[in-house]
């Protein structure tokens, strides 16, 4: 079965610092890959998405996620992080042997202080 | 519009209790979802349902039970709730299989 990893359980930044947060798979087939978006008390967002070609994609609100399959990673970026970027953010998966069971990382809480 | 709605937003009740927490999209979609997040934010997958069948069950205790009447429906009933069924609740949908899947408000349910 297919798990996720991410590395970073709390991240604090400042302000237009940069971010990276890790994100590994186990899965030796092909995968989509997901980032997602919770903000407090809110529901979740698709940040972004790899399903195939260009392996950095770009999504929403500056975000950028660069699939290296060697490394079985999907790692998302962020140049200058802003206080609204204030989150939880997961990491998913989708693998063709999955059944479309999207399976989450463990997230990683990210403050951003001013 | 709201693409996934569920109702209702906050449920509180008492062990023992029988609830059901109803969720329609009107994106299209043909497959829809139920995933429970606990508190420490860990999100797992409860039930799939394409076309209204059934197409992934999770290890779940038989006292959930999913119902999809249509395709744009796909309810969760909850028989003798207890208190580790405490979690906040999130319906989603997706076009097709595979493809990104989109997020209800969630439903907190406290069982006290």
């Known amino acids: 079965a297919q798990s996720v990893s991410q590395h970073n359980h709390h991240v604090i930044l400042s302000e237009a610092a940069s971010l990276e947060l890790g994100c590994n798979y186990s899965?030796?087939?092909?995968?989509?890959l997901f980032w997602y978006v919770q903000y407090p008390g809110q529901h979740l967002q698709l940040l972004l998405k790899y399903f195939s070609g260009d392996p950095l994609v770009k999504g929403i609100k500056g975000f950028e996620a660069e699939f290296i399959k060697s490394k079985f990673s999907f790692n998302l970026r962020k140049p200058s992080v802003q206080w609204s970027d204030t989150a939880e953010y997961f990491c998913?998966?989708?693998?063709?042997?999955?059944?479309?069971?999207?399976?989450f990382g463990t997230g990683t809480q990210l403050k951003v202080e001013l | 519009d709201t693409a996934v709605s569920q109702t209702p937003k906050y449920l509180v009740t008492q062990m023992g209790n029988d609830k059901s927490i109803k969720c329609e999209q009107n994106?299209?979609?043909?497959?829809m979802y139920w995933y429970k997040q606990d508190s420490k934010k860990f999100l797992k997958i409860m039930f799939s349902y394409n076309n209204k069948e059934l197409i992934i069950n999770e290890t779940v205790p038989n006292r959930f039970s999913p119902k999809s009447p249509d395709k744009a429906h796909l309810n969760l009933h909850i028989n003798s709730l207890e208190l580790g069924d405490s979690a906040v609740y999130f319906c989603?949908?997706?076009?097709?299989?595979?493809?990104?899947?989109?997020f209800g408000p969630g439903t907190r349910l406290l069982v006290l």
């Open positions: 899965y030796g087939g092909t995968v989509n």
């Open positions: 998913a998966v989708i693998t063709t042997g999955g059944g479309n069971k999207l399976t």
């Open positions: 989603a949908s997706s076009q097709e299989r595979g493809s990104p899947q989109y």
């Open positions: 994106l299209g979609h043909d497959t």
